[in-house]
């Protein structure tokens, strides 16, 4: 994990000095700067998302839930979609 906050950290290093140098403002540059921008926050969405699933208590959640979703197959409580 902490090696996946550095990557986020040197990608938003590199976003933010080019802010500063007015890449944005470029032709060339405008679509890989809002790429780099987009990015960098699917990351943290990822990192964040990890994190949960590392999180003993949710793991235990999502756990319970597919222990109630075997138990109502089961009963035969379900049906099946077409």
């Known amino acids: 994990m902490e090696g996946l906050w550095n990557l986020h950290h040197a990608i938003e290093g590199l976003y933010d ?3 500063r140098k007015g890449f944005r403002q470029r032709t060339l ?3 890989q700067m809002a790429t780099l921008e987009k990015n960098k926050e699917l990351l943290v969405d990822m990192i964040q998302w990890l994190s949960q699933m590392t999180d003993s208590e949710e793991m235990t ?3 319970e839930l597919f ?4 138990a109502e197959i089961e009963r035969g409580e379900t049906v099946a979609l077409p």
């Open 67 to 70: 222990d109630l979703a075997e």
């Open 61 to 63: 959640r999502i756990n």
């Open 29 to 31: 540059l405008r679509d």
């Open 17 to 19: 000095t080019g802010v």
